[in-house]
């Protein structure tokens, strides 16, 4: 259940309890889904209650409802573009592209086309470039 979640945690523990949960552990926080560090969990947890909090940090369609005030339906990649760059407070296009999972050097329109796909359906100002950092903007 947790392998399709990419989770990022610098703490050696967690990294070998997710690990023997056969979780997606990831070594940079960018790529990651759930970054573990940010959810700051003090008291001990079941196996179980460990899986619920991270599929429940996972959930994009929070997210999404909280920029938009409501549920919208977008593809898989304009809703991860916006996850990423809310949770991050904007990216680099070279740091997006790396955070969706493509490779450094990939030459791809996808992300850019995703970008104008959502200015066009929300308004220009709805993901700025500001000196070459994406960020959301206003709706």
């Given at each position: 259940?947790?392998?399709?979640?990419k989770?990022?945690t610098?703490?050696?523990?967690?990294?070998?309890?997710l690990?023997?949960?056969?979780?997606?552990v990831?070594?940079?926080?960018l790529?990651?889904?759930?970054?573990?560090?940010?959810?700051?969990?003090?008291?001990?947890?079941?196996?179980?209650?460990?899986?619920?909090?991270?599929?429940?940090?996972?959930?994009?369609?929070?997210?999404?409802?909280?920029?938009?005030?409501?549920?919208v339906?977008?593809?898989?990649?304009?809703?991860?573009?916006?996850?990423?760059?809310?949770?991050?407070?904007?990216?680099?296009?070279?740091?997006?592209?790396?955070?969706?999972?493509?490779?450094?050097n990939?030459?791809?329109?996808?992300?850019?086309?995703?970008?104008?796909?959502l200015?066009?359906?929300?308004?220009?100002?709805?993901?700025?470039?500001?000196?070459?950092?994406?960020?959301?903007?206003?709706?």
């Amino acid at each position: 259940m947790l392998e399709n979640i990419k989770i990022f945690t610098s703490d050696a523990t967690w990294r070998n309890i997710l690990e023997q949960m056969h979780a997606s552990v990831v070594d940079d926080a960018l790529i990651a889904d759930v970054n573990m560090d940010d959810m700051h969990i003090d008291t001990p947890v079941t196996p179980m209650q460990l899986k619920s909090l991270i599929i429940s940090e996972s959930d994009n369609a929070k997210v999404i409802s909280s920029i938009f005030g409501r549920p919208v339906s977008l593809s898989d990649l304009q809703t991860q573009i916006i996850v990423k760059l809310f949770k991050s407070g904007g990216m680099s296009a070279d740091r997006l592209k790396i955070a969706l999972g493509y490779a450094q050097n990939t030459k791809t329109h996808a992300v850019d086309t995703a970008i104008y796909g959502l200015r066009k359906l929300y308004g220009r100002d709805f993901i700025k470039n500001d000196n070459g950092v994406f960020k959301i903007g206003k709706l």
